[in-house]
């Protein structure tokens, strides 16, 4: 499935680059979600747990490398999300409710994803960009 999603672009490329993989992700999951077995499904939903978890690392990486000021409110968002999508699929293992699980990834996720770069992740990166390596 092309990514058609547009979303925002911020001043670091890694972030952009994580960004882009994660649509890729998120649609790859949910073409999953309506053609494919539930085991498949379970393991694009891990996978983009991963991805998350890797992408969320770099970007505190980064946060602590310039001692940003905001981090904890930032890296508390990343750790709520996480802790959030891991309910999702554990809900999903136990009920293999199709409709439940793409309606929280098409609305819950998306909503956040969208607002999360548009505020958190535009001022880090601008704060980040101001702070090269």
Not at 16 to 21: R, T
Not at 85 to 99: F, G, S, V
Request: aromatic letters at 10%; proline letters at 4%.
């Amino acid at each position: 499935m092309p990514n058609t999603r547009l979303i925002p672009q911020v001043a670091i490329d890694f972030m952009n680059d994580d960004h882009a993989e994660a649509i890729s992700i998120v649609d790859n999951l949910l073409a999953t979600i309506e053609n494919s077995s539930d085991d498949d499904v379970t393991l694009q939903l891990e996978a983009f747990f991963a991805h998350n978890q890797a992408h969320f690392s770099r970007e505190e990486e980064q946060m602590i490398r310039v001692n940003f000021p905001p981090y904890g409110c930032h890296k508390g968002e990343h750790d709520r999300v996480l802790t959030e999508l891991r309910q999702a699929i554990t809900d999903w293992e136990a009920n293999k409710d199709r409709e439940s699980i793409a309606q929280y990834i098409n609305c819950t996720v998306w909503n956040w994803f969208i607002n999360h770069i548009k505020t958190m992740d535009t001022v880090t990166a601008m704060f980040l960009k101001q702070h090269p390596e």
